[in-house]
């Protein structure tokens, strides 16, 4: 990075030659980089796409505390997956507390079976 001394006139220029990430500049100014996998093991795709499909479907159910409780965990197994590449052995614990928790209602939707499946194989349970 190169730098100028003010002038007179105040003003300073910088510049930037090659950057990666996420900067922010002046007061108050926040940065958040994000950089998502290149490449999803087979397993943690089926159970991403398992879970995109049991989030639509739950839509569809009255809500409870229990279905939100599971929405929020379908969403936080997505999140986790969509950043990291993977779905954490403690994320996929609560999602399958939130899932037997459900039950009556992953038992109507169709997906509910797959992800309780996906999530099984990932425990190795």
């Not at 940065?31 to 290149?38: C, H, L, R, S, T």
């Not at 943690?44 to 569809?60: D, N, S, Y």
């Not at 779905?87 to 939707?109: H, I």
């Not at 099984?120 to 349970?125: D, E, N, P, T």
Request: hydrophobic fraction near 35%.
């Amino acid at each position: 990075m190169d730098e100028q001394q003010p002038t007179s006139g105040g003003t300073q220029n910088v510049n930037i030659g090659t950057a990666k990430g996420a900067f922010a500049f002046g007061a108050g100014s926040v940065a958040n980089n994000y950089e998502g996998p290149q490449q999803l093991s087979t397993e943690q795709r089926e159970l991403l796409e398992a879970v995109g499909k049991l989030r639509e479907e739950l839509r569809a159910f009255r809500s409870t505390p229990e279905t939100d409780e599971l929405t929020r965990q379908l969403t936080g197994t997505r999140d986790e997956i969509q950043n990291t590449g993977q779905a954490s052995p403690g994320r996929l614990t609560r999602l399958r507390t939130a899932l037997q928790d459900a039950a009556t209602a992953v038992g109507m939707a169709a997906s509910g079976a797959a992800v309780a499946q996906a999530v099984s194989a990932l425990l190795g349970r």
